[in-house]
């Protein structure tokens, strides 16, 4: 009997063929699978691909809003915001790839930050249920900032009364609050107050007056600062004190009939009519805002008086060295003069020109006095406007043109003239120079 042999490990063609077909199936299933994550990360690499270049555009758009911003000569923020807007929305049109939402800016003092984000719609992503990818971009930038000396002239002659001194001081506050913001000191902030009647009181500590005077002579009274105005041109200018002639002498009301003293009555003395003391530049708020609260009315309107000692505030000479030099091109100087008048001189009344009688502006007329106050007033403007120190101007509650044309002309040009008819008027005037000045920090 012949035996049979079993193949093993051997396939016939029939097996073959049947295996094949069957793999075919099975390298579909596995290929199916495998093609998922490849279409997935493809994607995923077109829709990455896509929200970088959105992401890119988004920071090329809020760095050039934020720059716009920056550079604005403008604090206010409505006015900052539409800056803002306009440089973001020029720069990254909705009819681009990637709708953003309104971009937000922050602004903290000298600090510029705006935050945006876009929605990203996926193509192949979506495969997977991801159907948007959000980008976002945020920038940072300083506003330029640069220093400023502003030196407050302010009247305090008897005219202004209680009312309209009152009104004066909320008006300044607002001021103020302007320029220093949350601050409640800035070392590129200077402000100095010069209050102003027919003298200025240069405080007590003064010590370039003319001669050294007898305390004696102010008995039982002491000498409270006022000082009279210098002789000659040197009433005009900023000019150091190097010498007698060239000092100040110290304000010294005599004992006269209209206003007997020894002993001192009532308000009555030597300091008669002498105003509050001049506050030099200081970059602190509180000193300033309690200055202006301590101011009162009492004397008579020599504009010109106040104007210069404004000018010496700002100086960077002495009697005051707080100004800094003229040509710092990192600081702003400015004054403010504010008058409720026009300036004023008749027999019995007594200031830095002693009385009229005594014919220290080389006349003994009334009229002619006032004409050569007026004359020394628009020189001082002319020389601090020569110094290149903005002067804003303001009139309050004035009724002569005469008066309000000199401070028109006084002021750096015609839009930094103010005149203001009554108390919200006043307001808004120091509303506006603020602001103005604020911008001029930021701007140039």
């Given amino acids: ?24 199936g099975a390298i579909a299933i596995i290929f199916a699978l495998a093609l998922l994550p ?81 929605e990203v719609d996926t193509t192949l992503m979506s495969i997977a249920h991801v159907e948007t990818l959000t980008v976002s971009a945020e920038t940072l930038v300083i506003r330029e900032t640069k220093g400023l000396e502003v030196a407050l002239v302010l009247d305090n002659t008897g005219s202004m009364g209680t009312t309209k001194m009152n009104n004066l001081k909320d008006a300044a506050q607002i001021f103020l609050d302007i320029l220093y913001g949350n601050e409640d000191e800035n070392e590129l902030l200077k402000i100095a107050v010069v209050p102003f009647a027919g003298s200025v009181n240069v405080g007590t500590n003064f010590g370039f007056l003319r001669f050294s005077f007898d305390e004696d002579d102010w008995h039982p009274d002491d000498w409270d600062g006022c000082v009279m105005a210098r002789r000659g041109s040197r009433d005009r200018n900023d000019a150091a004190p190097i010498n007698n002639t060239t000092r100040w002498a110290a304000y010294l009301w005599p004992n006269s009939r209209n206003n007997n003293w020894p002993p001192v009555k009532s308000f009555k003395g030597p300091n008669l009519d002498c105003p509050e003391p001049l506050l030099p530049l200081t970059t602190t ?48 100087k400015a004054i403010v003069l504010m008058t409720d008048g026009e300036n004023f001189f008749s027999g019995s009344s007594f200031g830095a020109y002693r009385f009229l009688s005594q014919g220290l502006l080389g006349t003994t007329n009334s009229i002619t006095a006032i004409r050569r106050l007026n004359s020394r007033t628009t020189e001082v403007c002319n020389a601090i406007k020569a110094e290149g120190i903005l002067i804003y101007t303001i009139t309050f509650q004035v009724a002569s043109n005469t008066a309000r044309n000199l401070m028109r002309d006084c002021a750096t040009d015609t839009s930094k003239y103010f005149d203001s008819p009554n108390a919200a008027t006043l307001t808004q005037t120091f509303r506006a120079i603020g602001k103005e000045l604020s911008n001029l920090r930021i701007g140039g």
Avoid at 1 to 24: E, H
Avoid at 45 to 55: C, F, N, Q, S, T
Avoid at 57 to 67: P, Q
Wanted: hydrophobic share 45%; net charge negative.
């Fill in 1 to 24: 009997m012949t035996p049979t042999t079993r193949m093993t490990g051997c396939w016939t063609s029939g097996a073959l063929r049947r295996f094949a077909q069957a793999r075919d």
């Fill in 38 to 118: 490849l279409l997935l990360a493809a994607g995923a690499a077109i829709d990455l691909g896509r929200a970088y270049m959105v992401k890119s555009r988004l920071g090329y758009a809020i760095d050039a809003a934020a720059l716009a911003v920056g550079a604005a000569t403008t604090t206010d923020e409505d006015e900052l915001e539409a800056v803002m807007l306009a440089f973001f929305d020029a720069n990254y049109p909705a009819t681009e790839l990637g709708v953003p939402a309104t971009p937000v800016m922050v602004i903290n003092d000298s600090e510029v930050s705006i935050y945006a984000t876009a």
């Fill in 285 to 332: 708020k509180g000193t300033v805002e309690d200055k202006i609260e301590d101011m009162h009315s009492a004397g008579i309107t020599h504009i010109n008086v106040g104007l210069v000692w404004g000018w010496r505030v700002l100086s960077p000479g002495e009697p005051f060295t707080q100004g800094v030099a003229y040509d710092n091109e990192e600081f702003n």
